[in-house]
């Protein structure tokens, strides 16, 4: 059974950086499309950045472009999300997920293996 364990969150200031990790284990991670997605209280859980199996294609939310990298490390079986720039809307529980999918795929619904998520808390 695949499982994800977020960390790294936390509270940080407007304008600074925060850099979440997540460890898979139980699985053949390489397999794995990865994607981090993010809930704000009383809002849909929304797609934020996404990386393909091999690493060689990432996938970005307007909002966090030029903010936000998504890389993976195959051997250490973790895909990380850098956070830079920090604003109070990047307020959220993160999750990490995964799928199967060859693609990164923005919808919710087709990664089939989720974190327990990480509150990231940016004030301002």
């Known amino acids: 059974q695949v499982q994800l364990v977020e960390s790294g969150g936390g509270l940080v200031q407007a304008a600074g950086s925060l850099r979440l990790s997540c460890k898979v284990s139980?699985?053949?991670?390489?397999?794995?499309?990865m994607a981090w997605f993010r809930q704000a209280p009383g809002k849909e859980r929304k797609f934020v950045a996404g990386i393909s199996r091999n690493g060689g294609v990432m996938q970005y939310e307007d909002s966090v472009k030029g903010r936000f990298t998504v890389s993976r490390d195959n051997r250490q079986n973790t895909v990380d999300l850098q956070m830079n720039s920090l604003k109070p809307e990047d307020t959220a529980v993160y999750y990490c997920?995964?799928?199967?999918?060859?693609?990164?795929?923005?919808?919710?619904?087709?990664?089939?293996?989720w974190g327990q998520g990480t509150q990231v808390t940016v004030s301002s």
């Open positions: 139980g699985g053949t991670f390489w397999s794995y499309t």
């Open positions: 997920a995964a799928t199967l999918r060859y693609s990164v795929v923005t919808d919710h619904p087709t990664y089939s293996c």
